[in-house]
């Protein structure tokens, strides 16, 4: 893989976009008389680049805002994909390229060639290559199918939101509510999916969904997060022998964002009608915890940087928080989503090991979006693991001056909160708790899977 030239590369604005629309006339006078490598034309390659990584979302009925199924489709925006590829803006997945683990699962960034390729087509006057050539049409899960289905049969749990309707134009939407697992004993979940009902895939951005217990005084306590979603993702397996716990009474809050897709697109004016998202559960037989290293999802926050308790931006200004987690045992960090709004505009994870001094670079996600949430599952043999002791360092910077693209008013005081204009700090870290067996285990499968 070669250098990235410079992820920091700012957002696309209007005036880029008029920019494109006029270099787009440019660059058809210009294709004729260049060269180019048959791999560098749509039917040649570019096209399945495309197929295999953007027309999940770029489709009809799908979240992107253009529809990218044919070359006729494409052609017209090659500009702008090549600027939002080479930015690694699209896909949005900004996960640091160097820095850290890279062994990721779900991860949707395109090889440094693939960007590569799409530039180079794209200066090239973006060339369709042989007529004669078809492109394999992207291979795209039914939306009416669960996906491990195949592996797993239907799922032992449906969980689905209620129905909410959307007008086909206008703002983004949330909706928040609690539903009831109906669970009368503790499972452990072997996968999870989650899936908007039929249509509803066109208006579903992500959703995000927390498991809550009753506490003591009846009140629902936040007992971790379950898991998330967004077009493009098909669902997450914990892995053998580890539980990842579905309490007895347990509710789910969904968090779902909502907003106008390719149905907005070609049916202005009407109510989509009915949106549905599902979350599908598979189980492990009961009784598997007691074989399995227990596994939770949970939210580790940054208090350091607070003043007070509190995370406070002035205006035009910048802060950064820290935060430190220790456990008493080994545990494997198995996966890492950070969270923040909009003045936030990078975050990392590293761990320091007080025994040798040491620091390890994680994760970096340097180019924030709260547009997006993702939480990076680490590859299973690439998961850090952490003797006793070992700290999880956590640091998120803020950034509430003009240079933030993402920041809506420079001159607002920032302050922690809830709200999107609000600041949060903290991250979603899913660690399996082992114990020295099981870490000396581990360990010694890696030595022996790496010689
Ligand atoms: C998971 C869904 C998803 C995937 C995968 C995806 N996109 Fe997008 N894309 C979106 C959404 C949603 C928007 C509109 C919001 C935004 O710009 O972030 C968008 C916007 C865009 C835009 C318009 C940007 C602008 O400035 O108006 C371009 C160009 C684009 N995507 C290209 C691509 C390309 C090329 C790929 C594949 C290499 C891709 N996208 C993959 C969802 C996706």
Redesign the pocket.
């Known amino acids: 893989m070669k250098k990235v030239d410079n992820p920091q590369v700012k957002r696309?604005s209007a005036v880029w976009?008029g920019v494109a629309a006029i270099a787009a006339l440019g660059f058809q006078a210009s294709a004729q008389a260049q060269e180019h490598s048959a791999e560098q034309t749509y039917t040649g390659g570019i096209g399945r680049?495309?197929n295999d990584?953007?027309v999940?979302?770029?489709r009809d009925g799908g979240?992107?805002?253009?529809q990218?199924e044919t070359y006729e489709q494409v052609r017209p925006?090659a500009p702008?994909?090549s600027m939002?590829?080479a930015n690694r803006e699209?896909?949005?997945y900004a996960y640091d390229q160097h820095i850290g683990i890279q062994d990721l699962q779900g991860d949707?960034r395109?090889e440094q060639e693939e960007i590569d390729a799409i530039v180079g087509w794209a200066n090239a006057g973006a060339p369709l290559g042989d007529a004669d050539v078809t492109v394999a049409a992207a291979d795209l899960p039914d939306p009416n199918q669960w996906t491990f289905a195949k592996e797993f049969g239907q799922p032992d749990l449906i969980i689905p939101s209620s129905p909410y309707d959307i007008p086909s134009t206008g703002n983004d939407l949330w909706s928040k509510e609690f539903v009831s697992t109906g669970l009368t004993e503790d499972r452990c979940i072997k996968a999870v999916q989650v899936k908007p009902r039929g249509d509803a895939a066109a208006v579903v951005?992500h959703a995000n969904s927390d498991v809550y217990i009753e506490g003591e005084d009846g009140q629902l306590e936040n007992y971790g997060q379950l898991t998330e979603y967004?077009?493009?993702k098909w669902g997450e397996i914990p892995g053998d022998g580890v539980c990842r716990m579905m309490p007895a009474n347990s509710h789910v809050l969904w968090d779902i964002h909502m907003f106008p897709?390719g149905v907005g697109a070609t049916a202005k004016g009407e109510m989509i009608e009915d949106n549905v998202v599902e979350i599908g559960v598979w189980f492990h037989e009961p009784g598997y915890e007691q074989s399995a290293y227990n596994q939770d999802l949970r939210l580790y926050g940054m208090r350091e940087g607070y003043q007070n308790g509190h995370l406070i931006i002035p205006p035009n200004g910048t802060v950064m928080t820290q935060g430190f987690h220790s456990f008493d045992h080994p545990v494997r960090i198995d996966s890492f989503q950070p969270h923040g709004h909009l003045r936030m505009r990078a975050a990392s994870l590293e761990i320091y090991y007080p025994e040798t001094g040491r620091t390890e670079q994680i994760s970096q996600i340097s180019n924030w979006s709260a547009?997006w949430h993702h939480s990076h599952l680490y590859d299973r043999d690439a998961a850090p693991l952490l003797p006793a002791g070992a700290v999880l360092v956590i640091k998120q910077w803020y950034d509430n001056t003009a240079d933030n693209p993402n920041n809506p008013d420079p001159e607002q005081w920032v302050y922690g909160g809830s709200r999107t204009g609000d600041e949060m700090s903290h991250a979603w870290i899913a660690v399996t708790h082992l114990d020295d067996e099981g870490y000396e285990k581990l360990l010694a499968d890696r030595m022996q899977a790496s010689n």
Not at 63 to 66: A, E, I, L, S, T
Request: hydrophobic content about 55%; some cysteine; aromatic content about 10%.
């Open positions: 696309a976009l680049i495309i990584n953007c999940v979302c770029h979240v992107g805002p253009m990218f925006w702008l994909i939002r590829v699209m896909p949005p949707w395109l951005h967004a077009m493009g897709g547009t």
